[in-house]
Nanobody, 125 residues
Framework: EVQLQASGGGLVNPGGSLRLSCAAS????????IGWFRQAPGKEREAVSCIATSDGITHYADSVKGRFTISSDNAKNTVYLQMNSLKPEDTAVYYC??????????????????WGQGTQVTVSS
């Protein structure tokens, strides 16, 4: 059974940092593309970042470039999203997702076969 466990969310002040983790079981992250998406209340799910863990190629949404960093620890079968300089507009539920092959765009949620349960990130003073 494939499981993706997202964790690390919380409440943080604007300008603060959080590190999200996506721990995988039933799949080997080295064989997959792992993406992070987020969804704020009343908004559509938005792509944040993606890593092809086999070769380390990464992608970022324009809204998070320079602030967020995606990485993987294949030995721990875990992908991380380091989020710095957080803004109130980053507030959302963050999900990780996995797919073996990205056939079109990394940012298309339809490309991903497996999803984690989400972790809440709230940026507020």
């Amino acid at each position: 059974e494939v499981q993706l466990q997202a964790s690390g969310g919380g409440l943080v002040n604007p300008g603060g940092s959080l590190r999200l983790s996506c721990a995988a079981s039933g799949v080997t992250v080295a064989d997959y593309n792992i993406g992070w998406f987020r969804q704020a209340p009343g908004k559509e799910r938005e792509a944040v970042s993606c890593i092809a863990t086999s070769d380390g190629i990464t992608h970022y949404a324009d809204s998070v470039k320079g602030r967020f960093t995606i990485s993987s620890d294949n030995a721990k079968n875990t992908v991380y999203l380091q989020m710095n300089s957080l803004k109130p507009e980053d507030t959302a539920v963050y999900y990780c997702a996995a797919t073996r092959v990205v056939r079109s765009s990394w940012s298309d949620p339809q490309q991903y076969n497996y999803w984690g349960q989400g972790t809440q990130v709230t940026v507020s003073s």
